[in-house]
């Protein structure tokens, strides 16, 4: 049994709308009544009631239906600006009885669930795009049904309360590229003795352009000495573009970075940001928010 | 059972079958009324609609074949002239709308139009039906129309589709019965819509009698059902009039010319009032209980007190009626009450020629009429032998004695001429109590019935029903009566409950109107008792309409071993002691043992060895069910003490 309190929190949760079978529902209604009023045809009548009352009936199981359904934030990706990025969420049911014909939505896409069990929980992928770097909270995620009957739509919003951080849109010039242009690096020994596979963890600088240029195979050089205290340098002021262009190549280059495991710090005016200190995530974070 | 069970099983079809159901239930009542080349454009339009490759082709010759037949329908089989334009106009309507659908079938494609068609066609039934079949019907199509909406959106089961519709039902029920009790109802007359009369295609009454030697075989068929408003009516009260018979004409009883003097009915008392349900005779007669005082309206109270209806009933007709059962009825004109054909009845002149020569009042002639009449030893059957009919007074009251009601009332009405007491023969019904549950009457064709009436002076017209003269009955005496009755008395009676049910579902729901509605509102407000009883229904309606809900709602155990559990965990709780989420149940139990000195551990022991088991254990979860058991009893043999 339900308390009186559950009810009205039902009532203020679930939101109800009239859909367009409510328009033929309401002509069915006056149809039957035209028929029966005018001379007492009972049989008519009592379809009459029968609709409004199972149409308020089919009301109240249609909020029940929605009203134990839950959704939680299961996990995100990464957040650019402009590209469409991936959230799982987690959407439960937390009745007794299954709930029928739940729909998801979230930034104009919707996506579907036909029935969930009771006391089960299923994962459901959103899409969402941003627009611009920084910080965002992710929108509130509507969930509705037209369960049981279609005249009417129950729904409701459930916030997410989940403030993100937009990277910048990872854009410009790969790294690899880069420095096929401009070698001039630091840490660089001029005297190599063969050549090897690049491997994971490799100096960037030691890669043989050549090997590269002819055979379209990434070498590395393989150097005598090695000077251990060399790693990438990435300078904001120095970098070509405007400050969003940047920022964009230097969020590219950070994820490149991290693909290949190389070290790397960047001197963003006043801060720096050296990967072996900070996470990947931190300093994206701390380009977002420039 | 398995095909139920599989049946029950399957889950969601295509919105395409889904909709055919409902077009298909829809259709059902239009079958009744339909004309045969109609019904004949829908079985074409069905082979079409089945072939498995279609065409354009096709829809143009369905098309064309449909115009066809139905302006054959309604251009032949239909006389305008004998039909309102309404009914034509619904007729019409629905034999496009039907053409419509088949078209649409056709092209396999699924549009609004169709999906609001079956709703349409429903719509359209209503015209046609209007009794307690077609109530019992409406109600069942809307409960599949309603299943098939909600399983197009619940990817379930039927059964837990039929368990879901089933709630919603139930609890419209009491907003249901709210409504049509106090939803205000305006007194239009109502309208003679339907097509189709009841099935019942008896003769009826014919207003006229004969007298016959034939055997007379008994009809059960009702005539109609009778409602007092007074229980309290004696079996001597149940005569129904319907015809007043003065001359005889040979062997047959007629009306014979009548004077324009009506009877006069005057010092009315123990007036009862009653509701009638005439079932279709094809004829006028409505017969009203000795003696109505008024007419209705397009009823006419003729001037012998019989009263006959304006146009003949085809369909059943309800009327509400009033009769004095205490009354005093003169006639002006007697001219041929006292018409008699002495040479016909010599003998019976003769046995009666002391009586009349007695100067004593009519009323005390009657009585000794009616003894003369037993002193005769007259038996009651239905199967009369031995009766001359060219002599026919003499034969029965002197040679045969034998016969039924038709010849009791002959020979009597003649007899009482012949003592210069003006006489007529009423035709009619009388019922008895058998036929009777509470105020309600059944009425039968066997309850036929003649008596006579005698004017006996300051008295007027008095009833005297000489079958009750007769000494004995032969056929019950010869058991050929007794044993069919005897057969079919427990059926009589379920029958009678039956007519009894079907007509308060009549009269309470069909009929249900403005004046019943202003006389139940006039009792709620003048009368406590029956306000609180309404009340009282009301919320006890609400209360059962809610332990169906949640008798119904109740989720199937799916887990049988947890089912049982969770009985054995609810006993515990009763002891407060209460298995956490991150509990398990071994630890459990062990802890409930030694805190409630109770055996648990066999419980554990069998529980994990279900649990766990790879393979069914019917016998384990038995032992199970049987521990449980046996706690549970302990259980309440200890909160008895």
């Keep these: 049994m339900k308390s009186f309190k559950t009810y009205i929190s039902i009532l203020k949760s679930v939101k109800n709308r009239a859909t367009k079978f409510f328009v033929f529902l309401v002509i069915a209604i006056v149809s039957l009544f035209l028929q029966a009023y005018m001379h007492n045809y009972n049989i008519v009548f009592l379809m009459m009631f029968f609709l409004v009352a199972i149409a308020g009936a089919s009301s109240i199981f249609g909020m029940l239906n929605l009203y134990y359904v839950q959704v ?22 937390e009745s007794d009885n299954p709930a029928y014909d739940i729909s998801i939505t979230s930034n104009e896409q919707t996506q579907h669930i036909k029935a969930i069990e009771p006391h089960y929980a299923q994962t459901i992928s959103l899409e969402v795009k941003f627009n611009k770097r920084g910080e965002e909270e992710l929108q509130k995620i509507k969930i509705h049904s037209l369960f049981p009957l279609p005249h009417e739509l129950k729904y409701k919003y459930i916030e997410m309360d989940k403030k993100v951080v937009v990277y910048a849109k990872p854009s410009g010039m790969p ?57 990438l340098r990435f300078n904001f002021k120095t970098m070509s573009g405007d400050d969003e262009d940047k920022l964009s190549q230097l969020t590219l280059w950070v994820i490149e970075c991290e693909e290949h495991s190389f070290d790397f710090s960047i001197d963003l005016e006043s801060t720096i940001l050296d990967s072996k200190k900070m996470s990947t995530n931190e300093i994206l974070e701390a380009i977002a928010k420039y | 059972m398995k095909s139920l069970k599989q049946l029950l099983n399957i889950k969601a079809p295509s919105s395409s079958r889904l909709l055919d159901i409902a077009i298909i239930l829809s259709i059902i009542p239009h079958l009744f009324v339909m004309k045969s080349f109609m019904i004949l454009y829908m079985l074409i339009a069905l082979i079409f609609i089945l072939k498995k490759e279609k065409s354009d082709r096709d829809k143009y010759i369905l098309m064309a074949i449909g115009f066809i037949l139905i302006a054959v329908t309604f251009f032949n089989d239909y006389n305008f002239s004998s039909f309102s334009r309404i009914q034509f106009f619904v007729s019409l309507v629905s034999s496009l709308l039907i053409y419509a659908i088949t078209l649409q079938k056709l092209t396999q494609e699924i549009n609004i139009y169709l999906k609001i068609s079956p709703a349409l066609l429903m719509l359209l039934s209503f015209f046609f039906f209007e009794s307690i079949s077609m109530l019992v019907y409406s109600i069942f199509v809307l409960f599949v129309f309603v299943l098939l909406t909600v399983w197009s959106r619940m990817d379930a089961k039927l059964i837990d589709v039929l368990k879901l519709t089933s709630q919603l039902f139930v609890l419209s029920l009491p907003a ?95 007036i009862i009032n009653y509701d009638i349900t005439l079932y279709p005779h094809g004829d006028k007669w409505i017969y009203s209980l000795d003696m109505p005082t008024y007419a209705l309206k397009k009823t006419k109270l003729n001037d012998d007190y019989t009263l006959t209806s304006e146009k003949p009933i085809y369909e059943k007709k309800r009327y509400k009626l009033q009769s004095a059962l205490s009354y005093k009825l003169y006639s002006k004109d007697l001219s041929n009450a006292l018409e008699v054909d002495i040479q016909k009845s010599k003998r019976t002149y003769k046995a009666l020629k002391g009586l009349k020569a007695l100067h004593v009042k009519d009323a005390t002639k009657a009585m000794l009429l009616l003894k003369f009449f037993k002193d005769q030893n007259l038996s009651y059957t239905l199967k009369p032998k031995g009766t001359n009919l060219e002599d026919f007074t003499d034969s029965f009251l002197f040679e045969s004695k034998n016969g039924y009601c038709v010849h009791f009332a002959s020979a009597f009405a003649q007899s009482a001429r012949m003592l210069g007491i ?46 009750t003269t007769a000494s004995q009955n032969l056929d019950i005496l010869q058991n050929t009566q007794n044993q069919a009755a005897s057969q079919n008395t427990v059926f009589e009676r379920i029958n ?67 089912c049982e559990m969770n009985k054995l965990l609810k006993i515990l709780k009763g002891y407060n002691v209460v298995k956490n989420d991150n509990e398990t149940m071994e630890v459990f139990l062990k802890e409930a043992e030694i805190k409630l000195n109770i055996p648990l551990l066999e419980i554990s022991e069998i529980y994990h060895t279900l649990k766990y088991a790879k393979s069914d254990k019917p016998l384990e979860l038995k032992r199970l069910v049987y521990k449980i058991t046996m706690l549970k009893n302990r259980d309440v043999a200890i909160s008895k003490v």
């Design chain 1, 72 to 93: 939680k934030l299961l996990s995100y990706a990464r957040f650019f600006a402009g590209t469409v990025s991936t959230y799982k969420i987690l959407v439960t049911n």
């Design chain 1, 175 to 231: 790294l690899l590229k880069f420095y096929s242009k401009n070698n001039s690096i630091n840490g660089e020994i001029d005297e190599f003795e063969g050549i090897k596979k690049f491997s994971q963890g490799d100096n960037l600088s030691y890669i043989h352009w050549a090997s590269l240029a002819k055979n379209d195979s990434l070498m590395s050089k393989n150097f005598i000495y090695e000077d251990e205290t060399k790693k």
């Design chain 2, 176 to 270: 249901v019965v709210i409504l049509f009790l106090v939803f205000p109802r305006i007194s239009f007359e109502k309208a003679d819509f339907g097509f189709k009369a009841d099935s019942y295609s008896s003769s009826g009454y014919e207003g006229k009698m004969v007298v016959s030697s034939k055997e007379i075989r008994l009809s059960n068929k009702p005539v109609m059902e009778v409602l007092f408003k007074d229980a309290n009516i004696s079996e001597n009260n149940l005569y129904f009039r319907a015809s007043t018979l003065y001359t005889q004409d040979g062997l047959e009883w007629k009306r014979g010319l009548r004077s324009k003097k009506a009877d006069n009915l005057v010092e009315k008392k123990n």
């Design chain 2, 422 to 467: 003006a006489s007529r023969v009423v035709t009619g019904f009388k019922s008895g109590k058998e036929n009777m549950i509470q105020n309600y009457l059944l009425v039968k064709r066997s309850d036929a019935h003649a008596w006579v009436e005698l004017y006996l002076g300051d008295d007027g017209w008095v009833r005297f029903d000489p079958t």
């Design chain 2, 496 to 562: 009678l409950n039956f007519m009894y049910v079907k007509y308060i579902i009549d009269s309470w729901i069909l009929d249900y109107n403005r004046l019943k509605q202003m006389a139940i509102l006039d009792k709620l407000l003048n009368d406590t008792l029956y306000l609180l009883k309404f009340i009282f229904s009301i919320l006890a309606l609400i209360l059962v309409t809610f332990l169906i809900y949640i008798n119904i709602k109740s989720p199937e155990c799916k887990d049988e071993l947890m």
